[in-house]
């Protein structure tokens, strides 16, 4: 493993309220030096999740999605709050979002998006063991909760709006676990 | 499928010299407005390539990542120049990273790495029927390239510096292809 480059120098190169970028000077162990910017996002991170409503149906959301500006079908997912512990935040964005709180809560993986780019951590959560328990969001519009079936997994791979690489993945993770689990 | 938000205004709120954010002002079909932040990537996107070098060994890169500020074990990857196709710039970056060309370049998916936030694509390609050819890279300090058995998939995905949603989801896609040709 090589060494890692030395941060010579950080500063806050802009503060939108949203982003936070930041920009850093390394000397690497080899002498070479760089600039580098990376968005830094906040130290508690989000959650996606996955809620199984029965042994073969997700919960899945439709929602508008800024960035691309297209409506997403995805995992619910949101930012921890301060002081808030991952399953709880798993739970409630689940509330928040589909209408529905758990019983089990089981962390599947913690993983990065762009670690070249953005310090964030994203923990895909898996939840089960489901009832009918809805928190206020602070969407602008009512969500569309879209249940699918697990044996259905090829078909939403293909959907042409289920874009995103976390909850692509977090499918991928949820069907392990489940196969693993009929194994056992 | 609800009616799309209608942008009321855009405008550039930052230009960094690397990431380029947005502001725009939305209304939503119910009467709801927003005002969201985006930032907004270059029209091309990115490839992540997952090179095989045999039909049992994947080749992956460890390389310093400023976004998370550690060494990062990934799939090679960057951005895709202006006039060049994904399977070209797939071909590029991993002669630049790993010191392979392919024969061999197959789109598996295209995804998007945070869609409420980023506009961005990246375009997941399997390249195959690999022969050494190397293309100087503008990397700070030499790529340590890693030979992985495809079938210490698991383990793979239980190494702490293998973090990347991107990459993690990759694994699963090169292997179902892998599975469905060997079937076929």
Wanted: aromatic share 8%; net charge negative; glycine share 6%.
């Amino acid at each position: 493993m090589p060494k890692p480059p030395e941060i010579k120098a950080r500063r806050t190169l802009n503060e939108t309220g949203v982003f936070h970028i930041e920009e850093i000077d390394l000397e690497f162990s080899n002498g070479e030096q760089r600039t580098y910017q990376r968005v830094v996002g906040s130290d508690e991170g989000a959650v996606l999740v996955v809620p199984l409503l029965d042994e073969n149906t997700l919960l899945l959301i439709r929602e508008y999605a800024a960035g691309v500006n297209q409506y997403e079908l995805a995992f619910p997912k949101g930012h921890i709050e301060k002081g808030e512990d991952v399953l709880s935040a798993a739970n409630r964005e689940m509330q928040e979002e589909t209408g529905y709180a758990a019983r089990q809560l089981e962390l599947l993986s913690s993983v990065s998006v762009a670690p070249g780019y953005i310090f964030h951590t994203t923990h895909i959560v898996l939840a089960s063991d489901l009832y009918p328990q809805r928190l206020a969001g602070d969407e602008p519009e009512e969500i569309e909760v879209v249940p699918w079936k697990l044996s259905a997994f090829r078909q939403l791979l293909e959907q042409p709006d289920f874009t995103e690489a976390r909850s692509q993945l977090a499918l991928f993770l949820a069907r392990d676990k489940l196969q693993s689990k009929t194994i056992e």
